[in-house]
T-cell receptor, first 113, second 114 residues
Framework: QQQVKQSPQSLIVQKGGISIINCAYE??????FPWYQQFPGKGPALLIA?????SEKKEGRFTISFNKSAKQFSLHIMDSQPGDSATYFC????????????FGEGTQLTVNP | NAGVMQNPRHLVRRRGQEARLRCSPM?????VYWYRQLPEEGLKFMVY????????ESGMPKERFSAEFPKEGPSILRIQQVVRGDSAAYFC????????????FGPGTRLLVL
């Protein structure tokens, strides 16, 4: 069964700093790794996702780095802002089926002004 | 362009009652997923459905829980004889295709069992 280990569990950074969240996965049916952002009382919203043909994807201040050999991927938030304070989840497809995503346990990010 | 809709947003039930959670996927999406989120925890997959078919229910408890996605109307997650441990946020997501496609989440139904 797929497991996704996410770290750290919580993260506090100062405004303007870099937030880094890491995830490690086991085997997957295919390479598709999304990151979701969730604010309190809301549903998760897709933030950014990476597919197998690239090792890095950047969208604005958000960057995913993907290391296939190490089975790891990470989210970098540059110039972190207080509005980025939320819980972030990484996810990976299951080992045997593309029909389900396994989520990490989440990282609660707090960006202090 | 409405997103995934879930209702009710909050549901309070007493132990032993039934809970029915509804999910309307985004327009054009025929794949629906249900997840459960316990307080301070991540999202756990429960079931994946396409119209009139359950494709993968490996994450759903064998007893008391059932799900359907009829040809017409929303997907329904049904919990019979609820217990306190069922208290959680239940999220529905939809996608136009397989998990290679982005899953879009609804706002969730927060179930509280007294």
């Amino acid at each position: 069964q797929q497991q996704v280990k996410q770290s750290p569990q919580s993260l506090i950074v100062q405004k303007g700093g870099i937030s880094i969240i890491n995830c490690a996965y086991e085997n997957t049916a295919f390479d598709y790794f999304p990151w979701y952002q969730q604010f309190p009382g809301k549903g998760p919203a897709l933030l950014i996702a990476i597919r197998p043909d690239v090792s890095e994807k950047k969208e604005g201040r958000f960057t995913i780095s993907f290391n296939k050999s190490a089975k790891q991927f990470s989210l970098h938030i540059m110039d972190s802002q207080p509005g980025d304070s939320a819980t972030y989840f990484c996810a990976a497809p299951s080992r045997t089926s593309g029909s389900r995503l396994t989520f990490g346990e989440g990282t609660q990010l707090t960006v202090n002004p | 362009n409405a997103g995934v809709m879930q209702n009710p947003r909050h549901l309070v039930r007493r132990r032993g009652q039934e809970a029915r959670l509804r999910c309307s996927p985004m327009k054009g999406h025929s794949h629906v997923y249900w997840y459960r989120q316990l307080p301070e925890e991540g999202l756990k997959f429960m079931v994946y459905l396409q119209k009139e078919n359950i494709i993968d229910e490996s994450g759903m408890p064998k007893e008391r829980f059932s799900a359907e996605f009829p040809k017409e109307g929303p997907s329904i997650l049904r919990i019979q004889q609820v217990v306190r441990g069922d208290s959680a946020a239940y999220f529905c997501a939809s996608s136009p295709g397989l998990a290679t496609e982005t899953q879009y989440f609804g706002p969730g139904t927060r179930l509280l069992v007294l």
